[in-house]
């Protein structure tokens, strides 16, 4: 079974509008981290928000905010008021294992969603 | 911030040659890289775990003879693509994660081209 499931390919947003992009896991370990990733065509990882799974609150970074249910198991991203430079795909990955755990947790990797704003 | 500095950032190489790519961490110890291939529009999907002083952890699949890791210091962490043929080319990126924080830190990637 897949650890990071996205199940959106492709999704598009007008400028200025919201979006969210969906990402649901699968652990059975109770200390876990949730993490998403902006990749432009250029390739580089930029990291956008994290969630850890004792955090009570939902996790928010500027524009970006993550809607956690932990019963559920999903971690969806929301992007307020979109814009032009938020065209790139996005990843939503796993850590399992607690993050005071040391370095050689590996992050797992969902298929991605490609984002288009038009303008 | 934590920086990984990774080169070259494209290569073209001919079949059969052998190609090195190179990740430095330039202001932390990284006691543990990660190796990713990425193909056009698809997942990361982890290679291999190389930690300091000691052999790679190598996933299931990957081949360890046709991907050399090598992480000798704790600031340098290599992969070489040995006897490369076309169906190697990939996007290759490396990723640490600096102290006791949560974020991970990836380099920039190499575009790996084998003609």
């Known amino acids: 079974a897949q650890k990071i499931t996205q199940t959106q390919p492709g999704m598009f947003v007008q400028e200025k509008e919201a979006v969210t992009l969906d990402c649901t896991y699968d652990?059975?370990?109770?200390?876990?981290?949730l993490f998403w990733y902006k990749q432009p065509s250029s390739g580089e990882m930029i990291f956008l928000i994290y969630?850890?799974?004792?955090?009570?609150q939902n996790a928010t970074e500027g524009r970006y905010s993550l809607n956690f249910q932990k019963a559920r198991k999903s971690a969806n991203l929301v992007i307020s008021a979109s814009q032009l430079g938020d065209s790139a795909m996005y990843f939503c990955?796993?850590?399992?294992?607690?993050?005071?755990?040391?370095?050689?947790?590996?992050?797992?990797f969902g298929k991605g969603t490609l984002l288009t704003v038009n303008p | 911030g934590a920086v990984v500095s990774q080169h070259p950032s494209r290569v073209i190489c001919k079949s059969g040659t052998s190609v090195k790519i190179e990740c430095r961490s330039l202001?932390?110890?990284?006691?543990?890289m990660f190796w990713y291939r990425q193909f056009p529009k698809k997942s990361l999907m982890l290679m291999a775990t190389?930690?300091?002083?000691?052999?790679?952890?190598?996933e299931q699949g990957v081949e360890k003879d046709k991907f050399l890791i090598n992480h000798a210091s704790l600031t340098l962490s290599t992969l070489t693509v040995t006897s490369a043929h076309p169906e190697d080319s990939s996007f290759y990126i490396c990723?640490?994660?600096?102290?006791?924080?949560?974020?991970?830190?990836f380099g920039s990637g190499t575009r790996l081209t084998v003609v």
């Open positions: 990723s640490a994660r600096p102290g006791q924080g949560i974020g991970y830190t």
């Open positions: 652990t059975s370990d109770p200390s876990y981290g």
């Open positions: 969630q850890g799974s004792y955090d009570q």
């Open positions: 990955a796993m850590r399992e294992g607690p993050y005071s755990g040391g370095s050689n947790y590996k992050l797992t």
């Open positions: 202001d932390f110890q990284a006691t543990t």
């Open positions: 190389s930690n300091e002083g000691s052999k790679a952890t190598y």
